[in-house]
Structures are given as C-alpha cells and as structure tokens.
C-alpha cells in the first residue's frame, strides 16, 4: 500500500496554529472532516483522544502518529501537519514533535491497519525524510517529499 492511496492531500497542514495535543488532534480531524465530509470531525476527535490515553502515538525523534479506528468508513484515510515550533505531544523521548501523521481506519481493518502503521513507521525513521518535510516551503514541496518516499520503499 501506497501512503499517497490513503492520503488526504485537502487535510495536509503545513504549519499547524495549534500548540496542544488536543488542539492539534481537533485542527487535524477538522482538516479530515472538511476533505471527507463522511467523517465527523467530533466522533474523530474522540478516538484519537481514547487512542492517547491508552499511550501517547509520539513515537520520539520530533514524530508522531496518532491513529484510530471509526465505524462506519470504508477505508484508511491519512493526513499529515507540520509545527515548525513543535508540539508537547508526550514523546518517549521527552522531545517536541514537529511531525503528526494521522491514521484513520475502519474498526474491521486488521492487517491493513497494522500495515499502514509500519509504512508510515519507517518512513519517519529515515532523517533525511524528517529533514526535507522540515525543509519544504510549500503544500506542494511536502507532497511531493511524501510521494517521492512513497515511491522508494
């Protein structure tokens, strides 16, 4: 699976205006919701919020990913959002995270699922692919880095 198949170009945030955890996660499902409008924005909050309590998605080295399972849709949807300033997201490295992946997927996914989450995975584990998301200047710049990846692997 491809990320560029899942990826919700319309919700991508260049630089998110929010500072929280909680803020950052309700700026990204509004974005998904806007481009899905099958989604509610609310409903998705909300799982991500239970996801986080279970442990935080901020897997370390300025990344998170935060995911979640929703009723109802029919297939992965992701989004991505970048703060410059970087975001208290609960690292296990006690770090600010400066990239969000955001993973949606229907509650029946399995496999799929856990597939998604070890692309996106080893994608963020390359830090030349930190640095040129960090580096784009533009919408474009960043899809282009993320589809460039996407053809790699």
């Given at each position: 699976?491809?990320?560029?198949?899942?990826?919700?170009?319309?919700?991508?945030?260049?630089?998110?205006?929010?500072?929280?955890?909680?803020?950052?996660?309700?700026?990204?499902?509004?974005?998904?919701?806007?481009?899905?409008?099958?989604?509610?924005?609310?409903?998705?909050?909300?799982?991500?919020?239970?996801?986080?309590?279970?442990?935080?998605?901020?897997?370390?080295?300025?990344?998170?990913?935060?995911?979640?399972?929703?009723?109802?849709?029919?297939?992965?949807?992701?989004?991505?959002?970048?703060?410059?300033?970087g975001v208290d997201f609960e690292s296990i490295d006690g770090q600010?995270?400066?990239?969000?992946?955001?993973?949606?997927?229907?509650?029946?996914?399995?496999?799929?699922?856990?597939?998604?989450?070890?692309?996106?995975?080893?994608?963020?584990?390359?830090?030349?692919?930190?640095?040129?998301?960090?580096?784009?200047?533009?919408?474009?710049?960043?899809?282009?880095?993320?589809?460039?990846?996407?053809?790699?692997?």
């Amino acid at each position: 699976m491809k990320l560029m198949e899942i990826l919700e170009a319309d919700a991508v945030i260049l630089d998110l205006g929010a500072q929280g955890k909680r803020d950052v996660l309700a700026e990204m499902a509004a974005g998904v919701a806007k481009a899905q409008p099958r989604i509610d924005a609310e409903q998705l909050l909300e799982v991500l919020l239970e996801r986080e309590k279970l442990q935080s998605t901020g897997i370390g080295d300025g990344v998170a990913i935060p995911h979640g399972k929703l009723v109802g849709l029919d297939r992965l949807v992701a989004s991505f959002a970048r703060s410059s300033e970087g975001v208290d997201f609960e690292s296990i490295d006690g770090q600010p995270t400066h990239h969000i992946f955001l993973l949606v997927v229907p509650e029946h996914s399995g496999g799929k699922y856990l597939k998604a989450l070890a692309r996106i995975s080893r994608f963020f584990r390359d830090p030349l692919f930190r640095e040129k998301l960090s580096a784009s200047a533009t919408l474009d710049d960043l899809i282009g880095t993320i589809r460039d990846a996407d053809e790699k692997f």
